[in-house]
């Protein structure tokens, strides 16, 4: 395993000032001392209660806005165009593939920005262009427009509005961080059950062009101001620790191993998590993209594939929070591989639904599954590689993960066509992860960062 340093915060009283001082051990040998000024921050005095559950709220709601560019959202806007544009179903998922890949390569820049700049200015940035990328949405005309709008809405939604609402939560929490990161969960799955509910109400209200529209303005007026008002750097920047401990003192340190992206890369536990991930996004995605065209195979109603998001949202929540409590006390490699093993057993189940009692379960499976993704997939980087360089390490992570979305729809695409049913490529597609799932139980991968005072 690579050497990595481990950082040590404390305050030093200089001149009457406070200073941060970020202390660099390496081997056992002091590699360097950052010195920074403690900033002060009137709302972060203000809270009557650790900030890091304001952070936590703020976080939630950003994860909530990336809806219009997740595949829940753009699965109810897809047949519409389709209808309107006059394309195959096949082009449009070529066009999302490529729209979510291109997109998709601008994440390690963004986790990087987020790193130098902190999480407020970032979601500023991404919330505004955000905004802008949805109203584009509603005035694509054909075929190139459509492939700029999958572009924009991809990468500045599910990639990167979504990559610093998840950092600046786990900046906030290192021992409670899955409990924390299964709160949001929660938050975010009963969101996420709900908004294609309101997504169809204002198709059917006002049509899709001018219900982007108003998402985008949803996203300008709820996550932007919010944001750019809440979302802070590490706590000890403000002479505190994660968790809502106590202050930090020149005599209590706050120690944790922090990975460079560099070092993270070339673990086998970076590989393991991030190909489980990418089977996940992929696979699971295909079958929400898909669902109604899925369902219909099987002839199952429009208005019965919709009950599917009842029991989504309710059971995701579920599965959030007792996933990240599970995080705080088991191995995250036994989780992936559970989480896994729901994946196959959906993909078996997709092409088999006959009714709504069936499509509920289909439903608590995907929820299930979908529940443990939101909690691993956002708090492990920084349960094995520290919070330093989390932007650029789960920059890098989300690449892949959000690259994965973009290839399960297409497959799916084409193995229907190919095969006139979707049985065949959903019974094929189960090889890997299972194989992934069977590798995380059998393989010992890297300690978690350590954390002590």
Known sequence: MPRVPYSAYGIANTSNKATLERVLIQGGKLVSIERRLVKHSRLIAASPIYYGWVVLIAGTLGMLMTTPGQTV????????????????????????????????????????????????????????????????????????????????????????????????????????????????????????????????????????????????????????????????????????????????????????????????????????????????????TGLIFHHYSIMAASGIDRSVAAVVFIPFGLVTAASNFITGIMMDRVSPRFLLSAMLVLLCIALLMAARVTGSDLMLAYGSLLGLMQGMNGVIQSGVYAYYFGRSHLGSISGLATTIAVAGTAFGPVLFALGFEQFGSYAPVLGLAIVVPFAIALTALWVEIAQKTSSAA
């Open 73 to 284: 959202g753009v699965s109810v806007f897809l047949d519409k165009i389709i209808a309107e544009l006059g394309l195959s179903r096949s082009v449009v998922s070529l066009l999302y593939m490529l729209g979510t890949l291109t997109g998709s390569f601008s994440l390690p820049f963004i986790g990087r920005f987020i790193d130098r700049k902190g999480p407020r200015t970032a979601v500023a940035a991404i919330a505004s262009l955000f905004a802008l990328a949805c109203v584009g949405m509603g005035l694509v005309q054909g075929l190139v427009t459509l492939g700029l709008g999958f572009i924009a809405i991809r990468g500045l939604g599910q990639g990167s509005l979504g990559l610093v609402s998840t950092n600046v939560i786990n900046l906030w929490f290192v021992r409670r961080r899955g409990f924390a990161l299964s709160l949001s969960g929660i938050g975010f799955a009963i969101g996420i059950g709900a908004f294609p509910l309101l997504i169809e109400f204002l198709i059917t209200q006002w049509g899709w062009r001018v219900a982007y529209m108003i998402l985008g303005a949803l996203v300008a007026v709820t996550i932007l101001p919010i944001g750019a008002l809440v979302y802070r750097e590490q706590p000890e920047r403000y002479g505190l620790q994660p968790d809502g401990r106590v202050k930090v003192t020149q005599t209590q340190l706050s120690e944790e191993v922090n990975y460079t992206l560099d070092a993270a890369r070339r673990t086998f536990t970076f590989w393991l998590f991030s190909l489980g991930n990418f089977c996940i996004a992929a696979l699971g």
